[in-house]
């Protein structure tokens, strides 16, 4: 089954603005939404983002998403010592008829 | 409040058998799509099995096809996971979600069970 990328980690001092990426191709990304999971550690996934770039009620507007051809794109701006967590973006696979995660990214903050 | 619990997580060892169950409840259960999704120990997340409201479509990874068998029962407002052949590799948290379907989105996730086999 194809494989959706994301960076293993990515990190950034307090305030400052981190960007995760999530690299598909044209049957999952490139024709379905993008949806982001924030999960910290011991517990299970929270949905953070829908639909590529809508958030649910009671999701800081410091967390956007954004997406362009076979990529999207998860952004934490004004980062803070509690978004140190793991993210993984997800979306359905056309040819496959499978829901697909990337691998994960962890955010340090530094 | 709308909840997803899961059960049946358990020990077991390798060729043997296992049947999960996730009880919903606070929302109207035959309404929604709904998926299992696993985390292996240490690893990402990885989506296992997808139930359509009327359990018309069905959908397996290709990791479990032909070894587990996802049903549900609306009356009881619950899904489940019949779990055969179990290999180590199956070894995770399994999570019961809920799929919001026109969003493309699980909004609600169970608090996982823990499946050990070994």
């Known amino acids: 089954q194809s494989v959706l990328t994301q960076p293993p980690s990515a990190s950034g001092t307090p305030g400052q603005r981190v960007t995760i990426s999530c690299s598909g191709s044209?049957?999952?990304?490139?024709?379905?939404?993008v949806s982001w999971y924030q999960q910290l550690p011991g517990t299970a996934p929270k949905l953070l983002i829908y639909m590529n770039n809508q958030r649910p009620s009671g999701v800081p507007d410091r967390f956007s998403g954004s997406k362009s051809g076979t990529s999207a794109s998860l952004a934490i701006s004004g980062l803070r010592s509690e978004d140190e967590n793991d993210y993984y973006c997800a979306v359905w696979d056309d040819s496959l008829s499978v829901w697909m995660f990337g691998g994960g990214t962890k955010v340090t903050v530094l | 409040e709308v909840q997803l619990v899961e059960s049946g997580g358990g020990l077991v060892q390798p060729g043997g058998s296992l049947r999960l169950s996730c009880a919903a409840s606070?929302?109207?259960?035959?309404?929604?799509?709904m998926h299992w999704v696993r985390q292996a120990p240490g690893k990402g997340l990885e989506w296992v099995s997808f139930?359509?409201?009327?359990?018309?479509?069905?959908y397996y990874a290709d990791s479990v096809k032909g070894r587990f068998t996802i049903s549900r029962d609306n009356a009881k407002n619950s899904l489940y996971l019949q779990m055969n052949s179990l290999r180590a590799e199956d070894t995770a948290v399994y999570y019961c979600v809920r799929e919001l379907e026109i969003e493309d989105a699980f909004d609600i996730w169970g608090q996982g069970t823990v499946v050990t086999v070994s």
């Open positions: 044209s049957s999952n990304i490139g024709n379905n939404d």
């Open positions: 606070g929302f109207t259960f035959s309404n929604y799509e």
């Open positions: 139930i359509h409201p009327t359990s018309t479509f069905i």
